[in-house]
């Protein structure tokens, strides 16, 4: 009787690790870099500023045209967010930090995206196409 149990709860705790080392699926967004080159939300002009997005396993980074931002995102199946961002701190000129305005509260809107090698467009919820960016890497 006591073997049984044994057992059992040996093949429980085997199950349950064998289950934490399940492979989790990669982001299809991890290990991009973009920049900015278009959105929809203003006349100014995305590509007069420095404005980019770097995904890797830990978060999104990069710079908004005047700081550096990061934060956490989550992608999966063509949807997708961004979450706890936080960014330096540093004034520049108004047109600089308008830019880094709309594309920080764009970011934050995007719920889905479509990429190619080379294009990485950002959508809101009922897909209208909020951000463009061009592959760096």
Known sequence: MKNRAYLATLTLVLGSLLAGCEDTPASALAGSIWRLDGWSASSLQPS??????????????????????????????????????????????????????????????????????????????FGNDLLYFVATK
Do not use: C, H, Q, W
């Open 48 to 125: 007069d500023f420095t404005i980019t997005a770097t995904f890797d396993d830990e978060g999104i980074r990069g710079s908004s045209a005047v700081n550096i931002y990061r934060g956490t995102y989550s992608d999966s199946g063509g949807y997708f967010s961004v979450r706890d961002i936080s960014s330096t701190e540093i004034a520049g000129p108004e047109p600089a930090m308008r830019a880094e305005r709309i594309y920080l509260a764009l970011l934050k809107d995007a719920r889905r995206y479509e990429r190619t090698a080379t294009t990485l467009v950002l959508k809101s919820e």
